[in-house]
């Protein structure tokens, strides 16, 4: 399954990075509520545990299934209107039409970015919500009940959050993401909407027509198309990591929210190549032998009791597998580990799990 996103090559223009205050404050609210997924949050989260008031920490419970895997769309920015603040995005929602609240609101809670769009909350679909958790359910009563009263609460609960825990960090938070935001802009000004396709999960392929194909792995499928009329913003986070977030309803500015200032996360077949790779006892000690120093193949054979065949069909998984750097000194061809890929394997097969 795969989200697609359809784009000419000229449309660089319509590809900007904007710095969300709103999308962090939901990143941490996520991490707050789920620090597993997130352990280079996991301070920030324990800090936020034991320093919030017992009624903030309640409400934060209460409201969590908005900032879930299939966070609501409006916690992401609603325009492509540069340098964003809190207090403005806040706006944009509650000036949003009650209908695409509410649609926004149900997509979340459902967990489909793909569900059908609805602009009232009927019974059918309390009922889906009924079957995923009590939590879900009571929160599309109070929608339901009342739509107007529902974004007037969660919009004051996410200003009383912001000055209790993330105010205060805003500062540091926005220069890593300035930093991180620049590069992006200065690729995508180099390289065109090709820069997408370095995005976790992406790859890249020309249609028939000639315009280019950004596809990227995804535990559900949709399309979009990113041209003139409906850009595409690129959302750096830090408490995000390791997710990938990608939004794409209708009416609305595609968006995808990246983890800020970290190498390119592996697709599922590249974790699996690795994981299968290292399976193996004899790769296993391939990988020891060439852990410090590089080493040629007929060196190998020697250490390991084996003939060079034997130790180039090895270290040939080994390569496919990108675990490996060579390098070659006249006629010779040294090996030796990647030893980051390999330390990167765990957070990695995360990441690739929580797509």
Known sequence: MAVTLFLDLSATESIVVRRSPLAELCACLHAFDEPGHHPASAAWAARAHRDLPDGLLAAAAAWAPLWGAFRARYLL??????????????????????????????????????????PLLG????????????????????????????????????????????????????????HDGALRTRD????????????????????????LRIVFDKLYSATARVDAGRPCLIVPTVHGRPHLVIKHFPGHPV??????????????????????????????RLCYAILRNPVATAELATQLGMTAP????????????????????GSVVYYQLDAAAIERLGPDLLSVLYR
Not at 78 to 86: D, G, I, N, Q, W
Not at 91 to 104: K, N, Q, Y
């Open 255 to 284: 968006v995808i929210q990246y983890s800020a200032g970290t190498a390119p996360a592996p697709t599922l077949e590249t974790a699996r190549r690795r994981l299968a790779a290292l399976q193996d006892p004899t790769r296993l």
């Open 310 to 329: 034997q130790v180039s069909r090895h270290l040939r998984r080994l390569r496919e597998a990108e675990l490996v750097h060579t390098h070659r000194r």
């Open 123 to 178: 019974d059918e679909e309390l009922n889906r919500m009924r079957l995923i958790s009590t939590s879900r359910v009571e929160i599309g009563a109070r929608l339901r009940a009342d739509p107007e009263g529902f974004r007037e609460e969660l919009l004051a609960f996410l200003t009383r959050f912001a000055a209790a825990m993330f105010d205060a960090e805003w500062p540091s938070l926005r220069q890593a993401l300035d």
């Open 188 to 211: 995508l000004r180099r390289r065109g909407p090709l820069a997408l396709a370095d995005l976790p999960t992406a790859t890249a392929t020309r249609t028939a027509s000639g315009s």
């Open 77 to 118: 920015p609603l325009s492509a209107t540069p340098k964003r603040t809190l207090t403005g995005e806040l706006r944009e929602v509650a000036e949003l039409p009650i209908g695409d609240f509410t649609a926004m609101t149900v997509q979340a809670l459902i967990g489909k970015n793909d569900a059908e769009l609805v």
